[in-house]
């Protein structure tokens, strides 16, 4: 009974929900190419995690980054079905011959979803946001080339210009998921310096205006987050509609992927964006009886990781952990760890088969850029005690591993609770390293504690965490590789490289950046790879399969395996019979 009052509940926000505009003269709309659809209806996601924040210069977590993606739109977009680039508020683009200045043609009559007006100023305020090195946006190391931020200039009302210092190896795709910001609305917060904590979840929602299909409508904490039509959405279907089709997105906080998956599977909710192997089985078998298909795009981009806190910590706040250091901090200790975790059992059994095992930082998934020449050694206990035993451990009568002071080596694996696959991961490689000797404790907090620990306090030893680019190329990881980037997350707070193979990445990633030609950028780049195998900040575990679902009745359903997947084109999602969606 509960379930069906808050299914009606969200289908009375979508008979709300503002009309589309009619195009309007002078408005340079895109015109999508996918098959038109209907208007109408509610559709229901169940999220695993709450969003941290709805401000997109600062957001890291995924949970925030999906709900701020359908909200916000950039200059020029990666598709993530053909991983192509192609326009979006720039209606198109010229580079120079020497490849150092983009000159963007911006569309005209556009409009926020608060209906105020876009325009050159717009995009020149953003960039001044993202390039404050005072904000620590994630996204400001790709703007940066050689040192240097890139600069933009207004030419025009609807034409700007950006100027490198150096040629920028596909330049193009780094406006992807840069959001244009409403300078109207955020202008004030920046000048007085409060611009992080702009746009927070506690906002209202007229406060909040984008570029994107939809805009904010509600949010009620531990519960939901719903969003509008934006009813201004500078894209039309092919039939001079605009979009997008539907009315309502409600994202409901279900708290694990389990809950996802029942909601899902009991037709509560109408799409699935990514679930676990082990749950594949189950929807699987009740996909044609249930009305719903699901499907298994290969391996994804995402890695998932075993980190170490190396980070410089205050003795006298967190004196535990900065004594345990002495080993993290030992690569001979790191590479034992590595050799004794079993990551074909990960692949078995948190992703029942669908998924890879890794040793690097790129996935098998990407094969334009993945160093095939890489090792991939079998575990062996034999070389971890090996590798110990050299680092000066030892073991005492009852096979406890001791460091060189006596003490027993014990240590917690943080990691998030909505996500079953780490957690299972954490299980394992506790009992794995169990067998070295080690005590280990899987400890399962709240998505947000994890994050606020490993980003933030940094109380914490080990901790289990995936990254997934928006893009295959190499540059969106120029936030984790670069020492100061502010995804480092071994080492989150170095002014300077810590370590000499740091400070060659550091020079290594800055020179591929504005390598053109592809074949010499990919050997830089296989020789960041190499660094990164061999000296191992972290330790890479596993990459999961993209599987993903939907109802039969969605049309338009065109998952990728660039994040965010089934997420991506959701201005073009509709319901084949849209006044019963939503409802089942």
Request: contains cysteine; glycine residues 6%.
């Amino acid at each position: 009974m509960i379930i069906a009052i808050f299914l009606l509940l969200g289908a009375s926000v979508g008979a709300d929900s503002p009309a589309p505009q009619a195009p309007q003269k002078g408005e340079e709309l895109q015109v999508d190419s996918v098959s038109p659809g209907v208007y109408g209806g509610t559709l229901v996601i169940g999220q695993r995690a709450e969003p941290k924040t709805l401000n997109p210069v600062t957001a890291l977590d995924a949970p925030s980054r999906e709900i701020i993606g359908r909200m916000m739109a950039d200059l020029i977009h990666i598709d993530r079905s053909t991983q192509k680039t192609g326009p979006a508020l720039a209606s198109s683009w010229k580079i120079s011959p020497d490849g150092r200045t983009f000159t963007l043609k911006l569309r005209r009559g556009l409009r926020f979803s608060d209906g105020q007006p876009f325009d050159a100023d717009d995009v020149v305020f953003t960039f001044k946001v993202y390039l404050d090195d005072k904000i620590h946006s994630p996204q400001r190391d790709l703007l940066v080339i050689n040192g240097k931020p890139l600069s933009v200039t207004k030419l025009t009302q609807f034409a700007v210009r950006f100027d490198l210092d150096q040629p920028y190896a596909a330049a193009e795709r780094i406006f992807d998921n840069i959001a244009i910001l409403p300078r109207h609305l955020l202008q004030q917060a920046y000048e007085q310096g409060k611009f992080p904590e702009a746009w927070t979840l506690n906002t209202a929602p007229g406060a909040i205006a984008g570029l994107g299909p939809f805009r904010l409508s509600e949010y009620l904490p531990g519960q939901r987050i719903v969003l509008e039509r934006n009813p201004y959405y500078w894209k039309e279907d092919r039939n001079h509609r605009r979009l997008p089709y539907l009315d309502v997105i409600t994202l409901l906080f279900v708290g694990t992927e389990d809950a996802q998956v029942m909601r899902f599977q009991s037709r509560e909710t109408d799409l699935i964006n990514r679930f676990g192997a082990d749950n594949y089985a189950v929807l699987a078998k009740d996909q044609q009886r249930r009305g719903y298909h699901i499907e298994d795009l290969g391996p994804s981009l995402e890695f998932n990781f075993l980190v170490f806190n190396l980070n410089d910590l205050p003795a006298d706040k967190l004196g535990d952990v900065a004594r345990e250091q002495v080993w993290f901090r030992d690569l001979k200790f790191r590479q034992a760890v590595s050799s004794a975790i079993d990551r074909q059992a990960i692949v078995r059994l948190a992703y029942q088969g669908h998924g890879a095992a890794l040793w690097s930082n790129e996935s098998p998934a990407d094969k334009l850029w993945v160093n095939q020449s890489l090792p991939h050694p079998e575990r062996s206990l034999d070389r971890s005690r090996e590798l110990l035993k050299s680092a000066g451990f030892s073991w005492n009568n009852d096979g406890n591993l001791l460091d060189k002071q006596g003490k027993a080596v014990e240590f917690s694996i943080i990691t998030s609770s909505s996500n079953a696959q780490r957690v299972k991961m954490a299980t394992i490689i506790a009992d794995d390293l169990g067998q070295l000797g080690m005590s280990v404790h899987p400890v399962s907090l709240e998505f947000r504690a994890v994050v606020d620990r490993v980003f933030q306090s940094n109380n914490y030893e080990a901790c289990i965490l995936g990254l997934g680019a928006g893009d295959a190329d190499p540059n969106p990881q120029m936030n984790v590789w670069l020492s100061n980037g502010a995804t480092h997350v071994w080492n989150l707070h170095e002014a300077h490289p810590a370590t000499p193979w740091e400070a060659e990445i550091d020079r290594l990633m800055n020179q591929q950046m504005i390598t053109m030609d592809y074949g010499h950028r990919r050997q830089i780049y296989d020789r960041v790879q190499q660094l990164i195998a061999e000296n191992l900040p972290v330790i890479f575990l596993a990459t999961p399969n993209v599987l993903v679902g939907a109802k039969n009745e969605i049309g338009n359903f065109q998952p990728g395996v660039l994040d965010p997947y089934a997420l991506w084109n959701l201005d073009e999602l509709y319901f084949k019979h849209p006044v019963s969606a939503g409802l089942q």
